[in-house]
Protein backbone atom coordinates (compact mmCIF):
# COMPACT_ATOMS: atom_id res chain seq x y z
CA UNK A 1 0.00 0.00 0.00
CA UNK A 2 1.99 3.16 -1.20
CA UNK A 3 -1.02 5.24 0.42
CA UNK A 4 -2.81 5.65 3.54
CA UNK A 5 -6.92 5.61 3.10
CA UNK A 6 -8.58 8.37 4.74
CA UNK A 7 -11.71 10.07 5.15
CA UNK A 8 -11.88 13.85 5.84
CA UNK A 9 -14.54 16.18 7.09
CA UNK A 10 -14.33 19.16 4.84
CA UNK A 11 -17.64 20.29 5.79
CA UNK A 12 -17.82 24.65 5.37
CA UNK A 13 -13.76 24.50 4.70
CA UNK A 14 -11.89 26.38 2.39
CA UNK A 15 -11.09 24.23 -0.76
CA UNK A 16 -9.80 26.02 -3.53
CA UNK A 17 -9.86 24.39 -7.23
CA UNK A 18 -7.36 25.91 -10.02
CA UNK A 19 -8.79 25.34 -13.62
CA UNK A 20 -12.43 25.15 -14.85
CA UNK A 21 -12.58 23.33 -17.51
CA UNK A 22 -14.95 20.06 -17.85
CA UNK A 23 -12.05 18.19 -15.19
CA UNK A 24 -12.52 20.57 -12.75
CA UNK A 25 -16.26 20.52 -12.96
CA UNK A 26 -15.95 16.83 -12.12
CA UNK A 27 -13.59 17.79 -8.80
CA UNK A 28 -15.99 20.54 -7.81
CA UNK A 29 -18.65 18.06 -7.72
CA UNK A 30 -17.28 15.51 -5.93
CA UNK A 31 -16.21 18.75 -3.30
CA UNK A 32 -19.92 19.74 -3.17
CA UNK A 33 -21.24 16.54 -2.27
CA UNK A 34 -18.57 16.42 0.76
CA UNK A 35 -20.24 20.00 1.60
CA UNK A 36 -16.96 22.12 1.20
CA UNK A 37 -16.51 25.67 0.46
CA UNK A 38 -15.17 25.64 -3.07
CA UNK A 39 -13.06 28.90 -4.51
CA UNK A 40 -12.26 28.63 -8.38
CA UNK A 41 -9.24 30.35 -10.17
CA UNK A 42 -9.12 30.49 -13.69
CA UNK A 43 -9.06 32.73 -16.59
CA UNK A 44 -11.76 31.25 -18.70
CA UNK A 45 -15.28 28.95 -17.23
CA UNK A 46 -17.38 26.30 -18.43
CA UNK A 47 -20.93 26.25 -18.68
CA UNK A 48 -21.17 23.43 -15.86
CA UNK A 49 -19.33 25.53 -13.77
CA UNK A 50 -20.73 29.20 -14.85
CA UNK A 51 -24.15 27.29 -13.64
CA UNK A 52 -22.71 26.67 -10.13
CA UNK A 53 -21.58 29.99 -9.51
CA UNK A 54 -24.98 31.60 -10.99
CA UNK A 55 -26.77 29.06 -8.38
CA UNK A 56 -24.35 30.51 -5.75
CA UNK A 57 -22.72 27.25 -5.12
CA UNK A 58 -18.80 28.29 -5.72
CA UNK A 59 -16.92 31.24 -5.73
CA UNK A 60 -15.04 32.17 -9.15
CA UNK A 61 -12.29 34.47 -9.73
CA UNK A 62 -11.43 35.16 -13.08
CA UNK A 63 -7.42 35.17 -12.65
CA UNK A 64 -4.41 33.35 -13.64
CA UNK A 65 -2.94 31.38 -10.96
CA UNK A 66 -0.63 32.73 -8.30
CA UNK A 67 0.39 31.87 -5.26
CA UNK A 68 -1.67 33.77 -2.92
CA UNK A 69 -5.09 32.38 -3.89
CA UNK A 70 -3.49 28.96 -1.94
CA UNK A 71 -3.53 30.95 1.68
CA UNK A 72 -5.72 29.28 3.75
CA UNK A 73 -7.25 26.55 2.15
CA UNK A 74 -7.53 23.09 3.45
CA UNK A 75 -6.92 21.13 0.43
CA UNK A 76 -5.91 22.41 -3.39
CA UNK A 77 -6.85 20.56 -6.59
CA UNK A 78 -5.18 21.67 -9.97
CA UNK A 79 -6.97 21.03 -12.93
CA UNK A 80 -5.93 22.78 -15.92
CA UNK A 81 -4.22 21.63 -18.72
CA UNK A 82 -0.95 23.66 -18.07
CA UNK A 83 1.70 21.18 -16.98
CA UNK A 84 3.92 24.36 -15.34
CA UNK A 85 1.05 25.86 -13.82
CA UNK A 86 0.05 22.71 -12.43
CA UNK A 87 3.27 22.08 -10.99
CA UNK A 88 3.53 25.49 -10.00
CA UNK A 89 0.36 24.91 -7.21
CA UNK A 90 1.72 21.47 -6.94
CA UNK A 91 5.12 23.09 -5.24
CA UNK A 92 3.33 26.08 -3.67
CA UNK A 93 0.52 23.79 -2.10
CA UNK A 94 3.62 21.56 -0.87
CA UNK A 95 5.64 24.33 0.52
CA UNK A 96 2.60 26.04 2.34
CA UNK A 97 1.60 21.91 4.06
CA UNK A 98 -1.77 22.14 1.59
CA UNK A 99 -2.78 18.36 0.61
CA UNK A 100 -2.65 19.16 -3.28
CA UNK A 101 -4.45 16.72 -5.91
CA UNK A 102 -3.14 17.27 -9.46
CA UNK A 103 -5.07 15.70 -12.21
CA UNK A 104 -3.52 13.16 -14.21
CA UNK A 105 -0.23 13.66 -12.59
CA UNK A 106 0.63 11.37 -9.56
CA UNK A 107 4.05 12.27 -9.29
CA UNK A 108 2.69 15.78 -8.09
CA UNK A 109 -0.28 14.88 -6.06
CA UNK A 110 0.11 14.51 -2.28
CA UNK A 111 -3.48 12.96 -2.01
CA UNK A 112 -5.22 11.33 -4.70
CA UNK A 113 -9.02 11.49 -5.66
CA UNK A 114 -10.66 7.88 -5.23
CA UNK A 115 -13.68 6.48 -7.11
CA UNK A 116 -16.63 6.78 -5.04
CA UNK A 117 -19.47 4.41 -4.26
CA UNK A 118 -22.03 6.56 -1.81
CA UNK A 119 -24.57 4.86 0.26
CA UNK A 120 -24.75 7.47 2.70
CA UNK A 121 -23.75 7.40 5.34
CA UNK A 122 -21.68 4.17 3.47
CA UNK A 123 -19.15 5.85 1.36
CA UNK A 124 -16.86 3.27 -0.06
CA UNK A 125 -13.98 4.72 -2.18
CA UNK A 126 -11.86 2.85 -4.58
CA UNK A 127 -8.15 4.13 -5.58
CA UNK A 128 -5.12 2.87 -7.78
CA UNK A 129 -2.82 5.22 -6.20
CA UNK A 130 -2.99 7.13 -9.77
CA UNK A 131 -2.02 4.46 -12.06
CA UNK A 132 -5.45 2.92 -13.40
CA UNK A 133 -8.09 5.25 -12.73
CA UNK A 134 -10.13 3.55 -15.28
CA UNK A 135 -10.32 0.45 -13.69
CA UNK A 136 -10.59 2.07 -10.54
CA UNK A 137 -14.37 3.11 -12.24
CA UNK A 138 -14.60 0.05 -13.10
CA UNK A 139 -14.15 -1.78 -10.03
CA UNK A 140 -16.90 0.96 -9.07
CA UNK A 141 -19.04 -0.11 -11.21
CA UNK A 142 -19.09 -3.59 -10.39
CA UNK A 143 -19.54 -2.36 -6.44
CA UNK A 144 -22.22 -0.29 -7.25
CA UNK A 145 -24.42 -3.36 -9.11
CA UNK A 146 -23.66 -5.02 -5.60
CA UNK A 147 -25.19 -2.84 -3.12
CA UNK A 148 -28.95 -1.66 -3.03
CA UNK A 149 -29.30 2.08 -2.07
CA UNK A 150 -30.72 0.87 0.79
CA UNK A 151 -27.55 0.06 2.46
CA UNK A 152 -27.41 3.71 3.14
CA UNK A 153 -30.39 3.25 5.59
CA UNK A 154 -29.27 0.22 6.88
CA UNK A 155 -26.30 1.96 8.31
CA UNK A 156 -28.39 4.91 9.08
CA UNK A 157 -30.65 3.07 11.55
CA UNK A 158 -28.39 1.22 13.14
CA UNK A 159 -26.33 4.93 14.50
CA UNK A 160 -29.81 5.36 15.85
CA UNK A 161 -30.32 2.21 17.39
CA UNK A 162 -26.13 2.59 18.69
CA UNK A 163 -26.51 3.52 22.15
CA UNK A 164 -29.15 1.64 22.66
CA UNK A 165 -27.31 -1.71 21.83
CA UNK A 166 -24.20 -0.57 23.73
CA UNK A 167 -26.45 -0.03 27.17
CA UNK A 168 -27.58 -2.94 26.30
CA UNK A 169 -24.23 -5.23 25.82
CA UNK A 170 -21.31 -4.31 27.95
CA UNK A 171 -18.61 -5.79 25.69
CA UNK A 172 -17.25 -4.66 22.14
CA UNK A 173 -17.57 -8.59 21.46
CA UNK A 174 -21.79 -9.31 22.59
CA UNK A 175 -22.47 -6.10 20.41
CA UNK A 176 -20.68 -7.38 17.16
CA UNK A 177 -22.26 -10.49 17.49
CA UNK A 178 -25.60 -8.70 18.13
CA UNK A 179 -25.25 -6.86 15.35
CA UNK A 180 -24.14 -9.36 13.28
CA UNK A 181 -26.96 -11.21 13.56
CA UNK A 182 -28.98 -8.48 12.69
CA UNK A 183 -27.21 -7.44 9.78
CA UNK A 184 -27.97 -11.34 8.37
CA UNK A 185 -31.31 -11.71 9.24
CA UNK A 186 -34.90 -10.37 8.27
CA UNK A 187 -34.47 -6.85 9.79
CA UNK A 188 -32.49 -5.97 6.69
CA UNK A 189 -34.51 -7.61 4.78
CA UNK A 190 -37.39 -5.15 6.08
CA UNK A 191 -35.34 -2.30 5.39
CA UNK A 192 -34.63 -3.16 1.82
CA UNK A 193 -38.18 -3.21 1.29
CA UNK A 194 -38.93 -0.12 2.33
CA UNK A 195 -40.41 -0.95 5.82
CA UNK A 196 -37.98 0.94 8.27
CA UNK A 197 -41.20 0.91 10.89
CA UNK A 198 -41.25 -2.64 11.22
CA UNK A 199 -37.38 -2.73 10.86
CA UNK A 200 -37.29 -0.41 14.23
CA UNK A 201 -40.11 -2.24 16.23
CA UNK A 202 -37.92 -5.55 15.24
CA UNK A 203 -34.78 -3.93 16.81
CA UNK A 204 -36.80 -2.69 19.72
CA UNK A 205 -38.41 -5.72 20.54
CA UNK A 206 -34.86 -7.79 20.49
CA UNK A 207 -33.18 -5.03 22.91
CA UNK A 208 -36.31 -5.29 24.88
CA UNK A 209 -35.39 -9.23 25.38
CA UNK A 210 -34.38 -9.16 29.19
CA UNK A 211 -32.90 -13.19 28.61
CA UNK A 212 -29.06 -13.09 29.02
CA UNK A 213 -27.58 -13.26 26.11
CA UNK A 214 -25.54 -16.44 24.93
CA UNK A 215 -22.54 -16.06 23.25
CA UNK A 216 -21.82 -19.42 22.61
CA UNK A 217 -18.61 -20.60 21.06
CA UNK A 218 -17.76 -22.31 17.45
CA UNK A 219 -15.04 -23.25 15.09
CA UNK A 220 -14.74 -22.91 11.74
CA UNK A 221 -12.74 -25.35 10.02
CA UNK A 222 -11.76 -23.17 7.10
CA UNK A 223 -9.78 -24.48 3.93
CA UNK A 224 -7.86 -21.75 2.99
CA UNK A 225 -6.57 -23.28 -0.19
CA UNK A 226 -3.10 -23.26 -1.94
CA UNK A 227 -2.34 -19.49 -1.71
CA UNK A 228 -3.82 -17.52 -4.39
CA UNK A 229 -7.17 -15.65 -2.27
CA UNK A 230 -9.48 -15.92 -5.24
CA UNK A 231 -9.67 -19.70 -5.03
CA UNK A 232 -11.65 -18.57 -1.80
CA UNK A 233 -15.43 -19.81 -1.02
CA UNK A 234 -17.48 -17.26 -0.62
CA UNK A 235 -18.40 -18.84 2.87
CA UNK A 236 -14.81 -19.29 3.95
CA UNK A 237 -14.49 -15.63 3.34
CA UNK A 238 -17.67 -14.68 4.98
CA UNK A 239 -16.80 -16.70 8.38
CA UNK A 240 -13.31 -15.17 7.85
CA UNK A 241 -14.74 -11.95 8.43
CA UNK A 242 -16.38 -12.53 11.34
CA UNK A 243 -14.06 -14.63 13.71
CA UNK A 244 -13.07 -13.45 17.22
CA UNK A 245 -9.78 -15.71 17.04
CA UNK A 246 -7.81 -17.38 13.54
CA UNK A 247 -5.85 -20.20 14.75
CA UNK A 248 -3.79 -20.54 11.37
CA UNK A 249 -0.58 -22.72 9.96
CA UNK A 250 2.44 -22.02 7.87
CA UNK A 251 0.72 -22.89 4.54
CA UNK A 252 -1.79 -19.99 4.76
CA UNK A 253 -0.33 -17.37 2.53
CA UNK A 254 0.01 -14.22 3.71
CA UNK A 255 -2.70 -12.79 1.25
CA UNK A 256 -5.44 -15.08 2.25
CA UNK A 257 -4.56 -14.07 5.69
CA UNK A 258 -4.80 -10.64 4.98
CA UNK A 259 -8.85 -11.09 4.65
CA UNK A 260 -9.37 -12.57 8.34
CA UNK A 261 -11.59 -9.61 9.94
CA UNK A 262 -8.49 -6.99 10.76
CA UNK A 263 -9.06 -6.72 15.04
CA UNK A 264 -9.36 -10.64 15.25
CA UNK A 265 -6.58 -11.85 17.13
CA UNK A 266 -3.91 -14.31 15.46
CA UNK A 267 -2.19 -17.18 16.66
CA UNK A 268 0.57 -19.15 14.66
CA UNK A 269 0.84 -22.96 14.82
CA UNK A 270 2.31 -23.81 12.11
CA UNK A 271 5.21 -26.73 11.63
CA UNK A 272 7.94 -27.18 10.20
CA UNK A 273 10.01 -30.28 9.96
CA UNK A 274 11.49 -30.69 13.33
CA UNK A 275 9.88 -27.80 14.08
CA UNK A 276 6.35 -27.62 16.10
CA UNK A 277 4.94 -24.01 17.54
CA UNK A 278 2.66 -26.53 18.97
CA UNK A 279 1.96 -30.84 19.32
CA UNK A 280 -1.17 -30.98 16.82
CA UNK A 281 -3.03 -32.78 20.60
CA UNK A 282 -2.39 -29.02 22.02
CA UNK A 283 -3.95 -27.77 18.84
CA UNK A 284 -6.40 -29.41 18.91
CA UNK A 285 -7.37 -29.13 22.66
CA UNK A 286 -6.80 -25.21 21.79
CA UNK A 287 -9.57 -25.00 19.56
CA UNK A 288 -11.64 -26.81 21.81
CA UNK A 289 -10.82 -24.03 25.14
CA UNK A 290 -10.92 -20.98 22.81
CA UNK A 291 -14.59 -21.55 21.94
CA UNK A 292 -15.62 -23.09 25.15
CA UNK A 293 -14.77 -19.16 25.75
CA UNK A 294 -17.24 -18.29 23.84
CA UNK A 295 -15.27 -17.53 21.20
CA UNK A 296 -15.56 -18.04 17.23
CA UNK A 297 -12.26 -20.00 16.30
CA UNK A 298 -11.58 -19.61 12.89
CA UNK A 299 -8.94 -22.28 12.10
CA UNK A 300 -7.30 -21.82 8.85
CA UNK A 301 -5.50 -24.26 7.37
CA UNK A 302 -3.82 -24.29 3.72
CA UNK A 303 -5.05 -26.30 1.07
CA UNK A 304 -8.06 -28.35 1.94
CA UNK A 305 -8.41 -29.50 5.49
CA UNK A 306 -9.14 -33.09 5.12
CA UNK A 307 -6.05 -33.79 3.02
CA UNK A 308 -3.52 -33.86 4.74
CA UNK A 309 -4.55 -31.08 6.66
CA UNK A 310 -5.20 -33.45 10.22
CA UNK A 311 -8.34 -31.37 10.40
CA UNK A 312 -10.22 -34.81 11.18
CA UNK A 313 -8.08 -34.99 14.34
CA UNK A 314 -9.06 -31.28 15.12
CA UNK A 315 -12.81 -31.96 15.11
CA UNK A 316 -12.70 -35.26 16.72
CA UNK A 317 -11.35 -33.72 19.98
CA UNK A 318 -14.44 -30.87 19.24
CA UNK A 319 -17.25 -33.39 19.27
CA UNK A 320 -15.86 -35.21 22.07
CA UNK A 321 -16.12 -32.02 24.14
CA UNK A 322 -19.04 -30.67 22.62
CA UNK A 323 -18.17 -27.90 20.71
CA UNK A 324 -19.87 -27.01 17.63
CA UNK A 325 -18.13 -26.61 14.52
CA UNK A 326 -18.21 -26.29 10.57
CA UNK A 327 -15.92 -27.40 8.11
CA UNK A 328 -15.71 -25.67 4.99
CA UNK A 329 -13.45 -27.09 2.02
CA UNK A 330 -10.85 -25.77 0.03
CA UNK A 331 -9.10 -26.60 -3.23
CA UNK A 332 -6.24 -28.61 -2.24
CA UNK A 333 -2.76 -28.19 -3.67
CA UNK A 334 -2.91 -30.69 -5.90
CA UNK A 335 -6.05 -29.30 -7.87
CA UNK A 336 -4.78 -25.66 -7.28
CA UNK A 337 -1.22 -26.02 -7.76
CA UNK A 338 -1.13 -27.97 -11.07
CA UNK A 339 -3.91 -25.95 -12.40
CA UNK A 340 -1.56 -22.95 -12.25
CA UNK A 341 1.46 -25.09 -13.07
CA UNK A 342 -0.04 -25.63 -16.50
CA UNK A 343 0.06 -29.67 -15.80
CA UNK A 344 -3.45 -31.67 -15.87
CA UNK A 345 -3.51 -34.22 -13.13
CA UNK A 346 -5.30 -36.63 -15.17
CA UNK A 347 -5.70 -37.14 -19.34
CA UNK A 348 -6.98 -40.05 -21.25
CA UNK A 349 -3.70 -40.28 -23.31
CA UNK A 350 -1.80 -40.38 -20.50
CA UNK A 351 -3.07 -40.72 -16.59
CA UNK A 352 -6.96 -42.27 -15.62
CA UNK A 353 -6.10 -42.13 -12.10
CA UNK A 354 -4.32 -39.73 -10.02
CA UNK A 355 -2.36 -40.54 -6.63
CA UNK A 356 -2.09 -38.43 -3.41
CA UNK A 357 1.29 -39.01 -1.48
CA UNK A 358 2.24 -37.33 1.85
CA UNK A 359 6.17 -36.90 1.70
CA UNK A 360 6.97 -36.59 5.11
CA UNK A 361 10.11 -38.13 6.82
CA UNK A 362 10.16 -39.87 9.37
CA UNK A 363 13.42 -41.17 11.39
CA UNK A 364 15.29 -39.76 7.99
CA UNK A 365 13.13 -42.54 6.08
CA UNK A 366 10.49 -42.89 3.96
CA UNK A 367 7.60 -46.06 4.36
CA UNK A 368 5.68 -45.92 1.14
CA UNK A 369 3.72 -48.23 -1.28
CA UNK A 370 6.35 -47.52 -3.91
CA UNK A 371 4.57 -50.15 -5.91
CA UNK A 372 1.50 -48.75 -6.08
CA UNK A 373 3.14 -45.59 -6.89
CA UNK A 374 5.26 -47.14 -9.60
CA UNK A 375 2.15 -48.54 -11.87
CA UNK A 376 2.08 -46.95 -14.89
CA UNK A 377 -0.55 -44.50 -16.33
CA UNK A 378 -0.96 -42.94 -13.82
CA UNK A 379 -0.24 -39.16 -12.08
CA UNK A 380 1.42 -38.98 -8.56
CA UNK A 381 1.27 -35.71 -6.53
CA UNK A 382 3.73 -35.98 -3.51
CA UNK A 383 2.95 -33.17 -0.85
CA UNK A 384 5.67 -32.33 1.51
CA UNK A 385 8.00 -34.02 -0.21
CA UNK A 386 10.89 -31.85 -0.77
CA UNK A 387 13.79 -32.97 1.99
CA UNK A 388 12.85 -36.16 0.72
CA UNK A 389 13.05 -36.22 -3.16
CA UNK A 390 15.93 -37.97 -4.09
CA UNK A 391 14.99 -40.27 -1.72
CA UNK A 392 11.57 -40.82 -3.34
CA UNK A 393 12.88 -40.45 -7.11
CA UNK A 394 15.71 -43.18 -6.74
CA UNK A 395 13.06 -45.17 -5.10
CA UNK A 396 10.51 -45.06 -7.98
CA UNK A 397 13.31 -45.69 -10.88
CA UNK A 398 14.49 -49.17 -8.60
CA UNK A 399 10.23 -49.88 -8.75
CA UNK A 400 10.31 -49.60 -12.30
CA UNK A 401 9.49 -46.42 -13.10
CA UNK A 402 11.64 -44.36 -16.08
CA UNK A 403 14.14 -42.52 -15.57
CA UNK A 404 13.22 -40.21 -18.34
CA UNK A 405 9.16 -39.86 -16.54
CA UNK A 406 8.74 -36.37 -16.73
CA UNK A 407 8.26 -34.91 -13.06
CA UNK A 408 8.18 -31.38 -11.64
CA UNK A 409 8.43 -29.25 -8.16
CA UNK A 410 6.00 -26.12 -8.07
CA UNK A 411 7.13 -24.00 -5.39
CA UNK A 412 4.48 -21.55 -3.64
CA UNK A 413 2.15 -22.89 -6.58
CA UNK A 414 -0.88 -20.14 -7.26
CA UNK A 415 1.07 -17.42 -5.67
CA UNK A 416 3.10 -14.50 -7.39
CA UNK A 417 5.91 -16.20 -6.01
CA UNK A 418 5.37 -19.59 -8.25
CA UNK A 419 8.51 -21.06 -9.31
CA UNK A 420 8.71 -24.71 -11.52
CA UNK A 421 11.74 -27.07 -12.11
CA UNK A 422 10.98 -29.44 -14.53
CA UNK A 423 13.11 -32.46 -15.67
CA UNK A 424 13.02 -35.90 -15.60
CA UNK A 425 12.80 -38.18 -12.62
CA UNK A 426 16.83 -39.30 -12.76
CA UNK A 427 17.55 -35.33 -12.71
CA UNK A 428 14.95 -34.03 -10.72
CA UNK A 429 16.91 -33.34 -7.32
CA UNK A 430 19.59 -32.29 -8.59
CA UNK A 431 18.00 -29.44 -10.60
CA UNK A 432 15.65 -28.67 -7.55
CA UNK A 433 18.80 -28.54 -5.16
CA UNK A 434 20.63 -26.04 -7.70
CA UNK A 435 17.70 -24.15 -8.18
CA UNK A 436 17.38 -23.54 -4.30
CA UNK A 437 13.26 -24.45 -4.14
CA UNK A 438 12.30 -24.21 -0.70
CA UNK A 439 9.04 -25.13 0.95
CA UNK A 440 5.90 -25.61 0.25
CA UNK A 441 6.61 -27.58 -2.66
CA UNK A 442 4.84 -30.09 -4.47
CA UNK A 443 5.73 -32.56 -6.88
CA UNK A 444 4.11 -34.06 -9.28
CA UNK A 445 5.24 -36.94 -11.71
CA UNK A 446 4.21 -38.52 -14.71
CA UNK A 447 3.28 -38.41 -18.22
CA UNK A 448 1.20 -35.42 -18.08
CA UNK A 449 4.03 -33.26 -16.73
CA UNK A 450 5.31 -33.05 -20.49
CA UNK A 451 2.04 -31.05 -21.13
CA UNK A 452 3.33 -28.18 -19.61
CA UNK A 453 5.28 -27.12 -22.25
CA UNK A 454 1.84 -26.16 -24.18
CA UNK A 455 -0.59 -25.70 -21.29
CA UNK A 456 1.71 -23.29 -19.02
CA UNK A 457 -0.77 -20.21 -18.79
CA UNK A 458 -0.10 -18.70 -15.47
CA UNK A 459 2.96 -16.05 -15.66
CA UNK A 460 3.65 -14.72 -11.68
CA UNK A 461 5.06 -11.60 -11.18
CA UNK A 462 7.76 -11.87 -8.79
CA UNK A 463 8.91 -15.13 -11.08
CA UNK A 464 12.93 -15.62 -10.02
CA UNK A 465 13.57 -18.91 -11.74
CA UNK A 466 11.13 -21.51 -13.88
CA UNK A 467 13.75 -24.24 -15.34
CA UNK A 468 11.82 -26.35 -18.26
Known amino acids: MQALPIFINIIDRPC ?259 QHTLAQEEINQLLADLALAGKRVLRLKGGDPFIFGRGGEEIETLMQQGVPFQVVPGITAANGVSSYAGIPLTHRDYAQACLFITGHLKNGLLDLDWAAMARPQQTVVIYMGLVGLDQICQQLMAHGVAADMPAAVIQQGTTQNQRVVSANLSELAAKVAAAKMKAPCLTIIGQVVQLREKLNWFEPQNKEADHP
Open 16 to 274: VVIGAGEVAARKVTMLLKAHAAVTIYAPDICAALSDLVDAGSVCYFQSPYADQQLNGACMVIAATNDIKVNTAVSLAAKAKNIPVNVVDAPALCTFTMASIVERSPIVIAISSEGNAPVLARYLRSKIETMLPAGYGRIAAIAGEFRDKVKNKYATTQARRIFWEGVLQGPIVERILAGQEASARAALDNLLADNSPAQHHGEVYLVGGGPGDPDLLTFRALRLMQQCDVCVYDKLVSPEVLDLVRRDAELIYVGKSRD
